[in-house]
């Protein structure tokens, strides 16, 4: 077709790590709102607790960003193939 495979590139596997911000976003609101009184009514929004889900998903997705950009080994990869033109794409 005119490229042939010149290489692979290890890349993030990014559906293999939705669990893993998932679990992270939970933990830290859990932690966050662990001294939070029981609430019995769910008659309203609660805007507090939505801004905290916010804030832990913000704070988890920062984690896991930085971590990937200094420390992409700890996190699961996947070799994506990289093309280079061959003979059959030049113009004749």
């Known amino acids: 077709m005119g490229l042939d495979v010149g290489g692979h590139e290890d890349k993030p596997d990014w559906p293999k790590m939705g669990p893993s911000l998932l679990i992270a976003t939970a933990l830290i609101l859990a932690i966050r ?10 008659t309203g929004s609660d805007r507090d607790l939505e801004a905290e889900i916010d804030h832990a998903a913000y704070l988890a997705g920062a984690v896991l960003s930085a971590l ?4 992409a080994a700890l996190f699961p990869s996947v070799k994506k193939p990289w093309y280079q033109a061959n003979d059959d794409d030049a113009p004749k």
């Open 33 to 42: 709102t662990a001294k939070w009184p029981a609430r019995k009514d769910s």
């Open 68 to 71: 990937i950009s200094r420390k």
